[in-house]
């Protein structure tokens, strides 16, 4: 344990950060498995909304520094790519 005042704080902010972190990342996770089963399911327009609610929810957890902006930008790159391909498909 931290005999410091100021890494006793530090300590605490790290819990609270970390409990904001995992959240961000689950709902992130969760968005993105989301249009993943739609496409799976091979329901088109469902994938299409599951994607346009995604999209913000990705944003969000690059605003807040879970994931670099290059990997926002690949999932959603890749989500759309996939939705494209069922209707070529």
Do not use: F, W, Y
């Not at 344990?1 to 819990?15: D, G, H, L, Y």
């Not at 969000?60 to 494209?84: C, D, E, F, T, Y």
């Amino acid at each position: 344990m931290a005999n410091i005042k100021s890494a006793e704080k530090r300590a605490r902010q790290t819990v609270k950060r970390r409990a904001r972190n995992v959240a961000a990342r689950s709902k992130l996770r969760t968005a993105i498995k989301n249009v993943v089963s739609a496409v799976n399911a091979g329901n088109k327009d469902e994938a299409a909304a599951k994607l346009k609610e995604a999209g913000p929810i990705i944003d969000s957890a690059v605003n807040k520094g879970v994931i670099h902006r290059n990997k926002a930008s690949r999932h959603k790159s890749h989500l759309n790519a996939r939705i494209k391909e069922m209707s070529a498909g």
